[in-house]
């Protein structure tokens, strides 16, 4: 059973950091792209950035760009989100992903507040 667990979040003011966590058990961490959404108060979930199995290709939204970076540690089957230079927008429910089997699957998510 694939679980995924996020954790890190918190809040921080405007221009902070922060460091997301997302422990995968269930599958084959290394052999699958993995991917970070957020859902803002009162709107869908946006996707935000993705990296591919062995970490050379990484993709982000356009509003994050220069401000975060996606990263993982196939060895622990971890992957991280770090977010710089935060931003209120920026405020949101941050969950990571996996597609298994054909399947979305996705963590319990973790909070991140940015305010001032």
């Known amino acids: 059973q694939v679980q995924l667990v996020e954790s890190g979040g918190g809040l921080v003011q405007p221009g902070g950091s922060l460091r997301l966590s997302c422990a995968a058990s269930?599958?084959?961490?290394?052999?699958?792209?993995m991917y970070w959404v957020r859902q803002a108060p009162g709107k869908g979930l946006e996707w935000v950035s993705a990296i591919g199995r062995g970490a050379s290709s990484t993709y982000y939204t356009d509003s994050v760009k220069g401000r975060f970076t996606i990263s993982r540690d196939n060895a622990k089957n971890t992957l991280y989100l770090q977010m710089n230079s935060l931003k209120p927008e920026d405020t949101a429910v941050y969950f990571c992903?996996?597609?298994?089997?054909?399947?979305?699957?996705w963590g319990q998510g973790t909070q991140v507040t940015v305010s001032s």
């Open positions: 269930g599958f084959t961490f290394s052999g699958y792209w």
């Open positions: 992903n996996v597609y298994v089997g054909r399947r979305h699957y």
